[in-house]
Protein backbone atom coordinates (compact mmCIF):
# COMPACT_ATOMS: atom_id res chain seq x y z
CA UNK A 1 0.00 0.00 0.00
CA UNK A 2 2.94 2.60 0.78
CA UNK A 3 4.84 1.38 -2.40
CA UNK A 4 1.64 1.79 -4.22
CA UNK A 5 0.99 5.25 -2.73
CA UNK A 6 4.89 6.05 -3.09
CA UNK A 7 4.39 5.35 -6.92
CA UNK A 8 2.48 8.06 -7.65
CA UNK A 9 4.99 10.53 -6.60
CA UNK A 10 6.65 11.93 -3.57
CA UNK A 11 4.51 12.31 -0.90
CA UNK A 12 4.56 14.35 2.86
CA UNK A 13 4.17 12.14 5.77
CA UNK A 14 0.35 13.88 6.77
CA UNK A 15 -0.13 13.34 2.69
CA UNK A 16 0.77 9.21 3.28
CA UNK A 17 -1.41 9.07 6.73
CA UNK A 18 -4.51 10.28 4.63
CA UNK A 19 -4.00 8.02 1.75
CA UNK A 20 -3.28 5.36 4.10
CA UNK A 21 -6.29 5.07 5.75
CA UNK A 22 -6.63 3.16 9.44
CA UNK A 23 -2.77 2.90 9.29
CA UNK A 24 -1.37 3.34 12.73
CA UNK A 25 1.37 6.01 13.00
CA UNK A 26 3.53 3.59 14.56
CA UNK A 27 3.38 0.94 11.46
CA UNK A 28 3.67 3.77 9.54
CA UNK A 29 6.60 5.10 10.52
CA UNK A 30 7.79 1.44 11.04
CA UNK A 31 7.04 0.94 7.82
CA UNK A 32 8.81 3.83 6.06
CA UNK A 33 11.60 3.07 8.40
CA UNK A 34 11.54 -0.16 6.40
CA UNK A 35 11.23 0.86 2.89
CA UNK A 36 14.25 3.47 3.52
CA UNK A 37 16.65 0.97 5.41
CA UNK A 38 16.16 -1.61 2.42
CA UNK A 39 16.85 1.75 0.51
CA UNK A 40 13.62 1.63 -1.67
CA UNK A 41 12.35 4.83 -0.10
CA UNK A 42 14.76 8.08 0.08
CA UNK A 43 13.78 10.75 2.98
CA UNK A 44 14.22 14.35 2.39
CA UNK A 45 14.37 17.07 5.38
CA UNK A 46 13.35 20.05 4.40
CA UNK A 47 15.26 22.91 6.97
CA UNK A 48 11.58 24.89 7.22
CA UNK A 49 10.33 25.09 11.08
CA UNK A 50 8.74 22.75 11.95
CA UNK A 51 11.16 20.50 9.17
CA UNK A 52 9.23 18.92 6.26
CA UNK A 53 9.67 15.56 5.43
CA UNK A 54 9.34 14.24 2.40
CA UNK A 55 9.30 10.75 1.19
CA UNK A 56 10.12 9.57 -2.23
CA UNK A 57 10.39 6.12 -3.72
CA UNK A 58 14.25 5.39 -5.21
CA UNK A 59 14.94 3.65 -8.28
CA UNK A 60 15.18 0.26 -5.97
CA UNK A 61 11.89 1.22 -4.77
CA UNK A 62 10.39 1.95 -7.93
CA UNK A 63 11.58 -1.51 -9.36
CA UNK A 64 10.38 -3.50 -6.67
CA UNK A 65 6.82 -1.67 -6.78
CA UNK A 66 6.31 -2.89 -10.22
CA UNK A 67 6.75 -6.45 -9.13
CA UNK A 68 4.57 -6.02 -6.44
CA UNK A 69 1.96 -4.12 -8.51
CA UNK A 70 2.19 -6.56 -10.85
CA UNK A 71 1.69 -9.59 -7.92
CA UNK A 72 -1.16 -7.15 -7.04
CA UNK A 73 -2.89 -6.94 -10.61
CA UNK A 74 -2.58 -10.73 -10.83
CA UNK A 75 -4.06 -11.60 -7.72
CA UNK A 76 -7.00 -9.14 -8.36
CA UNK A 77 -6.97 -10.46 -12.14
CA UNK A 78 -7.90 -14.52 -10.73
CA UNK A 79 -9.19 -13.26 -7.75
CA UNK A 80 -12.67 -14.91 -9.32
CA UNK A 81 -10.87 -18.16 -10.37
CA UNK A 82 -9.40 -18.70 -6.78
CA UNK A 83 -12.40 -18.20 -4.95
CA UNK A 84 -14.15 -21.19 -6.85
CA UNK A 85 -11.09 -23.37 -6.48
CA UNK A 86 -11.47 -22.71 -2.71
CA UNK A 87 -15.29 -23.38 -2.87
CA UNK A 88 -14.72 -26.22 -4.97
CA UNK A 89 -12.00 -28.11 -2.41
CA UNK A 90 -13.90 -27.14 0.46
CA UNK A 91 -16.99 -29.15 -0.95
CA UNK A 92 -14.70 -31.98 -2.05
CA UNK A 93 -11.55 -31.31 0.10
CA UNK A 94 -9.51 -34.83 -0.34
CA UNK A 95 -10.91 -36.60 -3.72
CA UNK B 1 10.23 -23.22 -2.71
CA UNK B 2 7.02 -25.69 -3.07
CA UNK B 3 5.98 -23.33 -6.46
CA UNK B 4 9.37 -23.05 -8.22
CA UNK B 5 10.12 -27.12 -7.74
CA UNK B 6 6.94 -27.51 -9.08
CA UNK B 7 7.90 -25.50 -11.90
CA UNK B 8 10.01 -27.97 -13.27
CA UNK B 9 7.54 -30.14 -13.78
CA UNK B 10 5.06 -32.64 -11.78
CA UNK B 11 6.34 -34.58 -8.53
CA UNK B 12 5.01 -37.01 -6.21
CA UNK B 13 5.32 -36.49 -2.54
CA UNK B 14 8.54 -37.86 -1.69
CA UNK B 15 10.29 -36.31 -4.95
CA UNK B 16 8.60 -32.67 -3.21
CA UNK B 17 9.82 -33.89 0.34
CA UNK B 18 13.78 -34.44 -1.38
CA UNK B 19 13.75 -31.61 -2.80
CA UNK B 20 12.06 -29.42 -0.20
CA UNK B 21 15.31 -30.25 2.04
CA UNK B 22 14.39 -29.58 5.93
CA UNK B 23 10.35 -28.61 5.29
CA UNK B 24 8.55 -30.86 7.74
CA UNK B 25 5.94 -33.20 6.72
CA UNK B 26 3.32 -31.20 8.49
CA UNK B 27 4.18 -27.84 6.62
CA UNK B 28 4.88 -29.11 3.21
CA UNK B 29 1.26 -31.16 3.76
CA UNK B 30 -0.28 -27.74 4.65
CA UNK B 31 1.67 -26.25 2.06
CA UNK B 32 0.25 -28.49 -0.72
CA UNK B 33 -3.21 -28.47 0.68
CA UNK B 34 -3.32 -24.24 1.05
CA UNK B 35 -1.65 -24.02 -3.34
CA UNK B 36 -4.24 -27.20 -3.99
CA UNK B 37 -7.35 -25.07 -2.15
CA UNK B 38 -6.14 -21.69 -4.21
CA UNK B 39 -6.33 -23.98 -7.44
CA UNK B 40 -2.52 -23.42 -8.42
CA UNK B 41 -1.47 -26.89 -7.71
CA UNK B 42 -3.18 -29.98 -9.08
CA UNK B 43 -3.36 -33.26 -6.83
CA UNK B 44 -3.46 -36.60 -9.05
CA UNK B 45 -3.81 -40.03 -7.34
CA UNK B 46 -3.09 -43.33 -9.31
CA UNK B 47 -5.18 -46.04 -8.44
CA UNK B 48 -1.77 -48.07 -7.72
CA UNK B 49 -1.29 -49.99 -4.14
CA UNK B 50 -0.49 -48.05 -2.32
CA UNK B 51 -2.09 -44.86 -4.34
CA UNK B 52 0.77 -43.00 -5.72
CA UNK B 53 -0.22 -39.02 -5.38
CA UNK B 54 0.97 -36.66 -7.82
CA UNK B 55 1.33 -32.54 -7.99
CA UNK B 56 1.70 -30.53 -10.74
CA UNK B 57 1.09 -26.74 -11.50
CA UNK B 58 -2.17 -25.69 -12.80
CA UNK B 59 -2.05 -22.79 -15.39
CA UNK B 60 -3.15 -20.95 -12.59
CA UNK B 61 -0.25 -21.78 -10.53
CA UNK B 62 1.96 -22.00 -13.37
CA UNK B 63 1.38 -18.15 -13.85
CA UNK B 64 1.52 -17.09 -10.29
CA UNK B 65 5.02 -18.89 -9.87
CA UNK B 66 6.19 -16.82 -13.04
CA UNK B 67 5.28 -13.68 -10.54
CA UNK B 68 6.87 -15.00 -7.59
CA UNK B 69 9.84 -16.52 -9.67
CA UNK B 70 10.33 -12.45 -10.26
CA UNK B 71 10.14 -11.86 -7.36
CA UNK B 72 12.60 -14.09 -6.32
CA UNK B 73 15.20 -13.10 -9.32
CA UNK B 74 14.63 -9.06 -7.89
CA UNK B 75 15.98 -9.68 -4.82
CA UNK B 76 19.03 -11.50 -5.48
CA UNK B 77 19.74 -9.37 -8.58
CA UNK B 78 19.58 -6.27 -6.03
CA UNK B 79 20.48 -8.11 -2.85
CA UNK B 80 24.13 -6.22 -3.34
CA UNK B 81 22.36 -3.02 -2.88
CA UNK B 82 19.70 -3.30 -0.76
CA UNK B 83 22.87 -4.94 1.62
CA UNK B 84 24.67 -1.47 1.16
CA UNK B 85 21.31 0.53 1.86
CA UNK B 86 21.42 -1.21 5.43
CA UNK B 87 24.88 -0.78 6.29
CA UNK B 88 24.52 2.99 5.27
CA UNK B 89 21.07 3.57 7.02
CA UNK B 90 22.17 0.95 9.95
CA UNK B 91 25.43 4.01 10.60
CA UNK B 92 23.20 7.04 10.20
CA UNK B 93 19.66 6.04 10.73
CA UNK B 94 18.05 9.31 10.90
CA UNK B 95 20.23 12.15 9.29
Redesign the interface.
Known sequence: MTLAELSAGPRRYRELERALEGISQRMMTLTL?RL????HVLRH?APTVPPSVTYELSD?GR??AD??A??VA?SRR?KW??E???AA??TH?E?
Chains 1, 2 share one sequence.
Open positions: RERDGVLSFHIGLWYEIMAQYDPI
